[in-house]
């Protein structure tokens, strides 16, 4: 999702979960000049200049979307909801590939965007709302009431992962409320957002989002 339509990426993930997708990896991310051309160099089938400008143009969400036929079902579904503006989606299984490494490989840590840790907040999408092809839904949610995604990445703790972030609340909780919050976290992936109100969230939560560039 596009920088200049990212605050309809809660959106964009809904429709895919809805039309039998499920997801891989999700990820805000930046790129300079320099690591746009980059991808377009591996990906030629499809990062045009235009993409590669718009790409170093601010944060962008990268998802990696998985179902039968998944790059020609994506490109149908881009085409046909006329989100071509704002979602940029690969055009081969080989850009795919080559992308998703770009993305979400070894030497991705380039582009990942860091925490803010100003003004902001911490929302966790737990588990079973991933299981449940819900995470679309509370996205979507969060960026209609204006808050603004500054940093996300997926998760998967393990035992002591999970007992080192939930420690601060040990022995405030009551101990049957803390141990289904352990268990739940450790079940599976999730979806860390760090949140920034927007102006519509700063003013008033019922205002919805601001104006779409992804219908």
Not at 104 to 113: D, H, K, L, N
Not at 132 to 144: E, L, M, P, T
Request: charge should be neutral.
């Amino acid at each position: 999702v596009l920088p200049h339509a990212i605050a309809d990426a809660g959106k964009v993930l809904d429709v895919a979960l809805a039309e039998g997708f499920s997801l891989g990896h999700f990820r805000l991310v930046q790129m300079n000049a320099r690591q746009a051309m980059a991808l377009a160099r591996e990906s030629k089938e499809g990062a045009t200049e235009e993409v590669v400008r718009a790409l170093a143009a601010g944060p962008a969400i990268a998802m990696e979307l998985i179902a039968r036929e998944s790059v020609a079902a994506f490109a149908n579904l881009v085409s046909m909801r006329a989100w071509t503006g704002g979602v940029y989606c690969s055009r081969s299984v080989r850009a795919a590939d080559q992308e998703l490494g770009f993305f979400f490989g070894p030497g991705a840590g380039s582009v990942m965007v860091r925490p803010r840790l100003r003004d902001t907040t911490l929302c966790l999408v737990k588990p079973h709302t991933l299981r449940d092809g819900n995470a679309g839904k509370v996205i979507r949610s969060i960026q209609d009431a204006g808050f603004q995604i500054t940093c996300a990445q997926m998760y998967h703790f393990d035992r002591p992962a999970a007992d080192e972030f939930l420690e601060v609340y040990q022995g405030i909780l009551p101990s049957v409320e803390f141990q289904a919050i352990l268990n739940e976290i450790c079940s599976g992936r999730m979806i860390a957002l760090e949140l920034a109100a927007g102006k519509a969230a700063a003013q008033d939560p019922e205002t919805g989002a601001q104006r779409s560039s992804v219908a």
